[in-house]
T-cell receptor
Framework: SAVISQKPSRDICQRGTSLTIQCQVD?????MFWYRQQPGQSLTLIAT?????????ESGFVIDKFPISRPNLTFSTLTVSNMSPEDSSIYLC??????FGPGTRLTVL | EDKVVQSPLSLVVHEGDTVTLNCSYE??????LLWYKQEKKAPTFLFML????IEKKSGRLSSILDKKELFSILNITATQTGDSAVYLC???????????FGTGTRLKVLA
């Protein structure tokens, strides 16, 4: 199964700033997924990222807030834009074989 | 509306106890149900269940799916403190790699 890494592991950010999270996979995959887990909540799918096409966003998530890049078959980024404390969450990337990356814990002050 | 519901929300047991975690679902285009263990940030895959009545087993953990009654259970026997975690179930939609996750069950095993 694919090995997934994420950077950063955690970050503390100020309100109004943006953070880009990177997800790297050790093998080529067609689809990559970004999830959010707010404190005490379960995982919610933000968007699906296919290489060479625009990401597909789930209801309640928009590209302006969570722009995603997918430049090749092993890498993707998720940016959390204009952050507010409500964006404090764990952000996880996942691939087709049901494994998850180690996650990024984001705290917005 | 598609949904996955887990019960109980939390559970405290002592080492050696047996626990049963429940997951019920109402989704269109069901493909599979998955169980994960989440200790810190990343969920760790435990089981994927696609067919009814076939038990999946790994050590002290086992799970089974009932597609008629739309639920699954995860059993942990002879619990250990290392089993303390949040256990998540997720349903995979047919024709996609999209998952919908349940609320999770937080298990705490006391020594």
């Amino acid at each position: 199964s694919a090995v997934i890494s994420q950077k950063p592991s955690r970050d503390i950010c100020q309100r109004g700033t943006s953070l880009t999270i990177q997800c790297q996979v050790d093998s080529q995959v067609t689809m990559m997924f970004w999830y959010r887990q707010q404190p005490g909540q379960s995982l919610t799918l933000i968007a699906t990222a296919n290489q060479g096409s625009e990401a597909t966003y789930e209801s309640g998530f928009v590209i302006d807030k969570f722009p995603i890049s997918r430049p090749n078959l092993t890498f993707s980024t998720l940016t959390v834009s204009n952050m507010s404390p409500e964006d404090s969450s764990i952000y996880l990337c996942s691939v087709e074989d049901r494994n998850f990356g180690p996650g990024t814990r984001l705290t917005v002050l | 509306e598609d949904k996955v519901v887990q019960s109980p929300l939390s559970l405290v047991v002592h080492e050696g106890d047996t626990v049963t975690l429940n997951c019920s679902y109402e989704v269109t285009n069901f493909r599979s149900l998955l169980w994960y263990k989440q200790e810190k940030k990343a969920p760790t895959f435990l089981f994927m269940l696609t067919s009814s009545g076939i038990e999946k087993k790994s050590g002290r953990l086992s799970s089974i799916l009932d597609k008629k009654e739309l639920f699954s259970i995860l059993n942990i026997t002879a619990t250990q403190t290392g089993d303390s975690a949040v256990y998540l179930c997720a349903v995979l939609f047919s024709g996609t790699y999209k998952y919908i996750f349940g609320t999770g069950t937080r298990l705490k095993v006391l020594a």
